[in-house]
């Protein structure tokens, strides 16, 4: 079973900058691409960034694109996404998932419990 653990979640001001970690298993951590989503009331939950593993491969939403980097820690077995230069519209509850795709990931319910960041302007 996939057990995944956010954290970090708070407020900041706008153009400041924020770090969320999310902890896996060793067994998701090593075979999964892990993901970053958000959600914001009324809407659907929205592809953030994800992390291929056994590889340096990541891929940005285009809202997040060089202000958002997202890494993985193998001691640790987190996978962290750094936000900086963050926006009011970066509000919103902050899911992290794993599995063999993305599309499995936003399909398969296979979430955290999920962490909010409040940017403030």
């Known amino acids: 079973q996939v057990q995944l653990v956010e954290s970090g979640g708070g407020s900041v001001q706008a153009g400041g900058s924020h770090t969320l970690s999310c902890a896996a298993s060793?067994?998701?951590?090593?075979?999964?691409?892990m993901a970053w989503f958000r959600q914001t009331p009324g809407k659907e939950r929205e592809f953030v960034a994800a992390?291929?593993?056994?590889?340096?491969?990541?891929s940005y939403a285009d809202s997040v694109e060089g202000r958002f980097t997202i890494s993985r820690d193998n001691a640790k077995k987190t996978v962290n996404l750094q936000m900086t230069n963050v926006k009011p519209e970066d509000t919103g509850v902050y899911y992290c998932g794993a599995g063999p795709t993305i599309g499995w990931i936003k399909s398969s319910g296979h979430w955290g419990q999920g962490t909010r960041v409040n940017v403030s302007s």
């Open positions: 992390s291929w593993p056994s590889s340096s491969s990541v």
């Open positions: 060793e067994h998701t951590f090593r075979i999964y691409i």
